[in-house]
């Protein structure tokens, strides 16, 4: 019997799409002799075929228009490495409409318009696979689906941004300035081609609801989510945060009440407790711990962005890509339209605990912490301890207050209250302490 051959088609060759075509060129025959299959790195879409590119790809390998991939019928499995939710949208979408597999990075796609992904691969019998969209290479998505299967999960929380951790990291370690250290992000490939996306948060956002999708069968889009990214975070935060025992590291938080059948997907700078796995993930690796109600919790830790590392995940679906080509066996059966359709209630903000955070910056007068603690006093809140350091403002000084547990009702109340404060030189700046019962 001849081996069969699996043509493999590349929608992108940019830094993943060049990791992808490295590993797989370098690893083809053991993964080969693993998966009794011949691989065929057949085409590669490029925006521009004269870039200077770190691979060496035949010349005839190389087309302009990437739906020219996903309509061509000699290749069993796309690759969709393009990023952004136009032209990766359609090439996905007809791909799936065709009945290949697809295997994508893509979580900005996946959080807009997952139920519409997943509603074409039912239609048009494609299948979708996803490992490499969140955590680079970090399993999470196994993990999830197949792993920890038996388990319902109460909470899921981690770094899923890996430009944003190198930042802070770097920002605490060393006192580099921001831009500086963003654009080292960049250039070793961490980051976004457009990089608000992850120091706003918007990119861990589209992770989150992927793993929210994964564990509860809901899309939340970002607008039913609290965004918050690490621009308003300064070395004095960071130091402040280190005095109190903590490290500040941007955390998507799920949080799921069985009882209540409510969910809350949250995106925001937190101090972690230093003693905590969490608060010594650095640089640009990623950590999710996973609280099932069968296993407890498990933790996961490695590089959650550059060529490398996604290039893992991504070949690790194209294995299981190959596994279903030529056995049927299928890790992602297509979900069914039951499931497709279940909803869930947003948790209200009252329900939503922790302690909290609190930076501003005062007129240093009599008074003033007297009239800030009136105002927490008013709304409930309890502060826990206050550190006040002199501030580069003249007649003024820095106020770190923290609170005890308090919930965001409150507290959005209490910092709307504080802003009114005419004492107050700058609006306050709100971290969440975690304090996970995992
Ligand atoms: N920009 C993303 C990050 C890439 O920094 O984590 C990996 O998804």
Redesign the pocket.
């Known amino acids: 019997m001849s081996t069969r051959t699996i043509r493999i088609g590349l929608c992108g060759l940019g830094t993943v799409g060049q990791g992808v075509w490295k590993h797989l060129t370098a690893n083809r025959t053991a993964l080969e002799d693993r998966l009794g299959v011949r691989i065929e790195l057949a085409k590669a879409a490029v925006r521009d075929r004269s870039r200077a590119r770190s691979v060496k790809v035949p010349a005839h390998c190389l087309v302009d228009d990437p739906m020219s991939i996903a309509r061509d019928p000699s290749i069993d499995i796309v690759c969709e490495l393009m990023g952004g939710t136009g032209i990766a949208k359609k090439v996905t979408l007809e791909a799936l409409s065709r009945g290949k597999i697809v295997v994508s ?1 893509n ?1 900005a796609l996946l959080c807009e318009s997952g139920a519409a992904v997943f509603a074409a691969a039912r239609k048009g019998g494609g299948r979708f696979f996803f490992e ?5 290479g970090i399993p999470i998505i196994k993990a999830l689906r197949e792993g920890l299967v038996a388990n319902r999960f109460r909470l899921i929380y981690g770094i ?7 930042i802070l990291t770097r920002m605490a370690a060393e006192g580099a300035g921001y831009p500086e250290i963003l654009a080292d ?1 960049k250039r070793l490939g ?3 081609a457009d ?1 608000s ?2 120091v706003e948060g918007w ?2 956002a589209h ?1 989150a609801s992927i793993l929210a999708h994964l564990a509860h069968g809901v899309w939340l889009k970002p607008n039913q989510m609290t965004v918050e990214g690490i621009t308003k975070i300064t070395q004095a935060d960071l130091r402040h945060a280190a005095t109190l025992g903590y490290g500040i590291k941007l955390l998507a938080i799920i949080t799921r009440d069985f009882a209540r059948d409510e969910l809350a997907v949250r995106v925001h700078p937190t101090l972690v407790p230093k003693d905590r796995v969490l608060a010594n993930v650095n640089g ?1 690796f ?1 950590g999710i711990a996973v609280v099932g109600d069968v296993v407890g919790t498990t933790t996961y830790i490695g590089r ?3 060529q490398d ?2 290039a893992s995940a991504v070949i690790s679906d194209i294995a299981d890509a190959i596994v279903l080509l030529t056995t049927g066996r299928d890790v992602t059966p297509v979900e069914s339209a039951a499931r497709a359709a279940r909803t869930v209630r947003l948790a209200p903000p009252e329900r939503l605990r922790s302690r909290y955070y609190v930076r501003t910056t005062v007129k240093d007068r009599p008074g003033v912490l007297a009239q800030i603690a009136t105002v927490m006093a008013r709304h409930g809140v309890s502060i826990e301890s206050v550190i006040q350091t002199t501030s580069e403002r003249p007649n003024a000084a820095s106020l770190i207050l923290t609170t005890h547990e308090s919930d965001e009702r409150a507290m959005g109340a209490t910092l709307a209250a504080l802003g009114r404060l005419r004492s107050l030189l700058e609006s306050p700046l709100l971290l969440r302490i975690a304090d996970f019962s995992d």
């Open positions: 990075a979580k490499a969209s969140v955590a680079g899923l941004n890996g430009t944003c951790n190198y992000a961490f980051a976004e990089e996306l992850d990119d861990t992770k640009v990623n959650g962005a550059g590392a996604t």
